[in-house]
C-alpha cells in the first residue's frame, strides 16, 4: 500500500520569488509590533501586576472550578485567575492588586471569604507586591535575552556569523510578533505567556537550523548554482519535514486549546500562533537575509548568463 504524503516529493516551488517581498512585509509587521507595546501596551496578569493569592480547599469534595470562577468574577475585584492544584479540591485564586493600600487588600480577602461561605478551608493567604511582581518580569526578560545570546553563539560555532544573525534574526520575529499580536488584542500577558516564548523560541530554533543545516550542506556541493535556486532546492528538500513536524504540533496545540480549560488558554493560544509565524520565518526571514548577509562568500561567482547553467556537484 502507498503510503499517505502531505507533500510529494520533488517539489519545486521558487519560495525565494516571494521571500524578499515578504521579508519586507515582516520587517513592517515587527516595527508595527514594537509601535503597539509602547504605545498600546500589554494587559499584564497579576504575575506583573501584583495582587493577592489564596489558596482553598473545598470540605465537601471536589471542587467547581467553573463556579468559583463566576463567583470571584462577579465580585468586583478586577482581573482574577483559578487554577486547580494537588487534589481536586484544592484551588488557587488570585485578584489583581486593589487601589487603596494594605487595608484594601485585606478588605478584598474578606470580600472573598464571605463570597465562597465556610465549606471552604484556607490553606494560605498572600499579597504579593508590586516590587516581587516587578522582578519576575525583570526575569521573564533577561530569561529571553540570555536565550538570543546562547543560541547566537551555539549557531556562530557550529556554522558561519551570517547564519548566527540570521537565525537570531528569525527568533525576534517570531516574539516581536507574538507579543504584538497580544497587544493588539489584549490577551492577558503573564508568566505562562513568557514561558510560551521561550518554547517557540526553542521551537523555531529546531527549524531554522534543520533549513540552515540543509542550505551548508548544498553550499558546499553545488558551488556554481545560483544562490537562490540553491536556497529553493534546499527549502523544498526540508518541506515535508518542515510540514509534518508543523501539523502534527498544532494538531496537539489546538486539542489542548480547545480542551485544556481556561488556565492554559494563553499559553497554547500563543504556541498556536508561535509554531505558524515559526514555520513561516524560517522561509521569509532566514533564507532572504542569508543572501543579504552573504553567506555564500566562500562560493565560486554566480555564473553568467553564458556559462554552464549545471550545478558543479563537489565530490568527497
Do not use: C
Not at 519535514?241 to 494563553?266: D, H, K, N, P, Q
Not at 493560544?269 to 533564507?287: D, E, L, N, Q
Amino acid at each position: 500500500m502507498k503510503p499517505f504524503r502531505f507533500v510529494p516529493d520533488n517539489t519545486n516551488i521558487p519560495f525565494m520569488k516571494f521571500a524578499r517581498p515578504g521579508f519586507y512585509v515582516s520587517i513592517a509587521a515587527v516595527l508595527l509590533s514594537v509601535v503597539l507595546f509602547f504605545s498600546v501596551g500589554l494587559k499584564y496578569g497579576i504575575d506583573f501586576k501584583g495582587g493577592t493569592q489564596i489558596e482553598i480547599r473545598n470540605t465537601t469534595g471536589p471542587a467547581d472550578i467553573d463556579g468559583l470562577r463566576k463567583t470571584i468574577a462577579g465580585l468586583g475585584l478586577g482581573n482574577s485567575e483559578l487554577q486547580e492544584f494537588g487534589q481536586p479540591s484544592d484551588v488557587s485564586i488570585r485578584i489583581e492588586t486593589q487601589p487603596g493600600g494594605e487595608e484594601a487588600q485585606q478588605s478584598a480577602i474578606q470580600t472573598v471569604k464571605k463570597a465562597l461561605g465556610d465549606k471552604f478551608e484556607y490553606l494560605r493567604v498572600d499579597v504579593v507586591g508590586p516590587k516581587v511582581s516587578g522582578e519576575l518580569a525583570r526575569d521573564g526578560i533577561l530569561a529571553i535575552l540570555l536565550a538570543f545570546i546562547a543560541i547566537m553563539i551555539y549557531i556562530w560555532l557550529r556554522f558561519e556569523w551570517q547564519f548566527a544573525i540570521g537565525t537570531v534574526a528569525t527568533l525576534v520575529h517570531d516574539v516581536a510578533l507574538t507579543i504584538g499580536l497580544f497587544s493588539i488584542l489584549q490577551l492577558q500577558f503573564d508568566l505562562t505567556i513568557i514561558a510560551a516564548l521561550l518554547t517557540i523560541v526553542g521551537y523555531s530554533l529546531n527549524d531554522t537550523v534543520v533549513v540552515f543545516d540543509r542550505f551548508r550542506e548544498n553550499l558546499r556541493k553545488y558551488k556554481k548554482m545560483n544562490f537562490d535556486d540553491m536556497v529553493d532546492m534546499s527549502l523544498n528538500q526540508t518541506l515535508p519535514r518542515t510540514l509534518m513536524t508543523s501539523i502534527s504540533t498544532l494538531v496537539a496545540l489546538i486539542a489542548l486549546y480547545v480542551f485544556g480549560g481556561e488556565v492554559l488558554r494563553g499559553f497554547t493560544f500563543a504556541m498556536i500562533w508561535g509554531v505558524i509565524i515559526g514555520t513561516y520565518s524560517s522561509i521569509f526571514i532566514g533564507s532572504p537575509l542569508l543572501s543579504l548577509l552573504g553567506a555564500y562568500v566562500d562560493r565560486a561567482p554566480t555564473p553568467g548568463p553564458g556559462d554552464n547553467q549545471q550545478a558543479e556537484i563537489v565530490q568527497p
